[in-house]
């Protein structure tokens, strides 16, 4: 079962240059927000995928989530986002959870790949790093699920925004800086002020400054003044060596 969570109307003929995928409603906004808004500034066609619908959420219901959501990516200009009904703290790296991922990586038919980083406090964030490329490959095997044409995202990346690591790349995002903090804010539920949770989350106040913060340090390392982090794999390829970006000294 998937639950439509769009922007726009869902489309079967929907095609993606650049697909996100996510555990929560609302993490895609906090690790490459800006990201996904760089790249439809540019004419490329995002998309996001959220597994679960937050259902265990200590604030607000699956169905505020979807709300929010819904106005989130309307402000990111994604063109199309939906959500799986993985459960909601409990994600598993099964053949079932891959087939679903599968059938969107076949329909979508992304150029690029956003996934979280494997190192992440809550298990779903590091569970859905392996299961996001493990459905990678198991896209590409025309004998799986023969009806649907096989298809693998030419890059899989990684969004470390939490993570522990040194970033491969940082990503500009200063100029969409104000609207990634708007699509995040767009989750009342989660981060307006109330009781619920008060011990957990930042007080709304914060946010604005934490994000905000963490962004200007990404930025510092790439010579920008905002930025979000990611991590690839691959070594990287380099044409011309006076091309290549960020002063040494």
């Not at 505020?64 to 200009?77: P, S």
């Not at 459960?87 to 329909?107: F, H, Y």
């Not at 390829?237 to 091309?243: A, N, Q, S, W």
Request: charged share 25%; aromatic share 6%; hydrophobic share 40%.
């Amino acid at each position: 079962m998937m639950s439509a969570a769009s922007a726009q109307p869902a489309s079967e003929s929907f095609r993606a240059d650049v697909l996100a995928i996510a555990a929560h409603r609302d993490d895609v906004e906090q690790t490459c927000g800006g990201t996904l808004l760089r790249m439809a500034s540019r004419g490329l066609r995002t998309a996001i995928l959220d597994l679960t619908r937050g259902e265990a959420g200590t604030r607000g219901s699956a169905e505020d989530r979807e709300r929010e959501a819904n106005e989130a990516a309307r402000l990111l200009g994604v063109g199309w986002r939906q959500a799986l009904d993985l459960p909601d703290g409990a994600i598993e790296n099964t053949l079932e959870n891959r087939l679903k991922i599968v059938s969107v990586l076949r329909q979508l038919r992304p150029r690029v790949l956003i996934l979280p980083f494997g190192q992440a406090r809550h298990p779903d964030h590091a569970i859905v790093a392996t299961l996001g490329y493990d459905a990678c490959f198991l896209s590409g095997l025309s004998k799986v699920e023969p009806h649907l044409a096989p298809h693998r995202p030419f890059k899989v990346v990684y969004a470390s925004l939490y993570a522990d690591v040194r970033p491969t790349f940082i990503v500009d995002i200063t100029p969409f800086i104000e609207q990634r903090h708007t699509s995040l804010m767009a989750y009342r539920s989660q981060y307006a002020n109330q009781s619920a949770g008060s011990g957990l989350f930042v007080p709304e106040a914060e946010i604005r400054e934490r994000t905000f913060a963490e962004a200007r340090h990404y930025g510092l390392l790439a010579g920008v003044r905002y930025g979000e982090p990611f991590v690839q794999k691959e070594v990287g390829l380099v044409d011309d060596l006076t091309l290549v970006p960020v002063q040494s000294i």
